[in-house]
Each structure stands twice: as structure tokens, then as C-alpha cells.
């Protein structure tokens, strides 16, 4: 089974610090995706990598930044956390195809919460 | 543009009923995939079922069917002999051929099984 994992369920943050949200998978995938999930709004993309040291901005990649220095783990970095950055923050992996399926495999996600 | 729309934010819905569940999509690419996810209270994206731009039968997994009419652009979700656990947020998203392995999502549905 594909296995997506998050490092932390819960995440309370201060205004201003650098928070790193940490994704891994083990299923040799070359796409990793991070979105942020709010009420209402469904799942955005922030940004996704579609091979190592690569990165493609999302539709909302501005307060985030990405790392992707092994092809496994995919980082989202906010530089100075901001209220606004409260949500649920979701990981995914895919392999590459060169069709249009490509399912999209999740973590649990990780519901941060700025103070 | 939006590109996925569901325009049912919450739905309540007797067990053993079939329910459906409406997505409808833009796009000006030929081939694209539309894909269903479940979300449960644990906050995990389920996959359900897959539906290919080309394909000439609506996809069917278990108790989940997709209703595909691709002239109206409409792909909605049909669950049969709804059960208890089928409460959860009801995600559609589309892939673009073009889009390099992103997938879009529309806001989601609340579905409510009432015992």
C-alpha cells in the first residue's frame, strides 16, 4: 500500500515562526503536491514537485516556500507564520503518467493552528 | 474561471437511500481525467472512482457509480444503498492532460446519513 505521512497531526504555531511541515511517501513516486484544505473553499494548491530539486507553483504559493532535496520527502516552509495560515495542510503523492489518471495519494493531513 | 463546481454544500439523506451527489466541470482540454474523494471525520482523502474523458462507459466501483454526461460537462457521484459510513465530505476534482499531474478540486459536499 502507498504510504503518505505527515510529521505532526496538530501543529501550534506563533505569529512570525518558521514552521516546516514535513511529507514523506514510499512508493518511489516523482510527483509530490502540498494543499491547503478551508471550509468552503475545498483543497488549493500551494505547490507541487515533479522530480527532485524541482518545484511549480500552485494557486495560492505566496507565505510558503517548498524543499524537495530527496525524491521521498516533500517540504512546505512558511518563513513567518501569519493567522491566515491556519488550516489543514494536506500532502499527496502520484506517480508520473502520461495519461490523465493519476490518482493522488494522501496523507492524514496536519491542522495548523497560528497564534 | 472556477473549473470544478459542486453545488451542494451539505446534503442529509435517509440510510439504505441512493444518493447523488452533483459536480460539474470546465475545460477546454480533450483528455482529462474526473476522480471522487471521500473524506471521513479522520480528515484522510479516500479514493472512490475514476471516470477517463475517452471512455465510453460510466466507471462503476461497488456501491459508487459515476453518472458521466460528458456534453453537459457533468460527472456526479451516485452511492446506492447509502450506509452509515458513507458520512463524510465529498470532494471532485479533474486532471487536464495538460496540467502536468495537478488536480483540481471543487469545494466539496457534506454528506449526512441520517440512521
Known amino acids: 500500500d502507498v504510504k503518505v505521512t505527515q510529521s505532526s497531526r496538530y501543529l501550534v504555531k506563533r505569529t512570525g ?24 473553499l475545498g483543497l488549493r494548491l500551494i505547490y507541487f514537485s515533479y ?9 495560492i504559493p505566496e507565505g510558503y ?51 | 474561471a472556477q473549473k470544478i463546481t459542486q453545488t451542494q454544500p451539505g446534503m442529509f439523506v435517509q440510510e439504505k ?5 452533483d459536480c460539474t466541470y470546465d475545460t477546454s482540454d480533450p483528455s482529462y481525467g ?30 459508487y457509480s459515476l453518472n458521466f454526461q460528458k456534453a453537459r460537462k457533468s460527472a456526479n457521484l451516485v452511492i446506492s444503498a447509502s450506509q452509515l459510513g458513507d458520512s463524510a465530505m465529498y470532494f471532485c476534482a479533474m486532471r487536464e492532460y495538460s496540467s502536468a499531474s495537478k488536480i483540481i478540486f471543487g469545494s466539496g459536499t457534506r454528506l449526512s446519513i441520517r440512521p
Open chain 1, 17 to 40: 515562526e518558521k514552521v516546516f511541515l514535513e511529507c514523506v511517501q514510499d512508493m518511489d513516486h516523482e510527483n509530490m503536491f502540498w494543499y491547503r484544505q478551508d471550509p468552503g
Open chain 1, 51 to 59: 522530480d527532485v530539486k524541482m518545484k511549480e507553483k500552485g494557486d
Open chain 1, 65 to 115: 516556500s517548498v524543499s524537495r532535496e530527496k525524491k521521498e520527502r516533500f517540504s512546505l516552509i512558511l518563513e513567518s507564520a501569519s493567522t491566515n495560515q491556519t488550516s489543514m495542510y494536506l500532502c499527496a503523492s502520484s506517480p508520473r503518467s502520461g495519461s490523465s489518471y493519476n490518482e493522488q495519494f494522501f496523507g492524514p493531513g496536519t491542522r495548523l493552528t497560528v497564534l
Open chain 2, 17 to 21: 437511500e441512493a444518493v447523488t451527489l
Open chain 2, 34 to 63: 474526473l476522480f471522487w474523494y471521500k473524506q471521513p471525520s479522520s480528515g484522510e482523502m479516500i479514493f472512490l472512482i475514476y471516470q477517463g474523458s475517452y471512455d465510453q462507459q460510466n466507471a462503476t466501483e461497488g456501491r
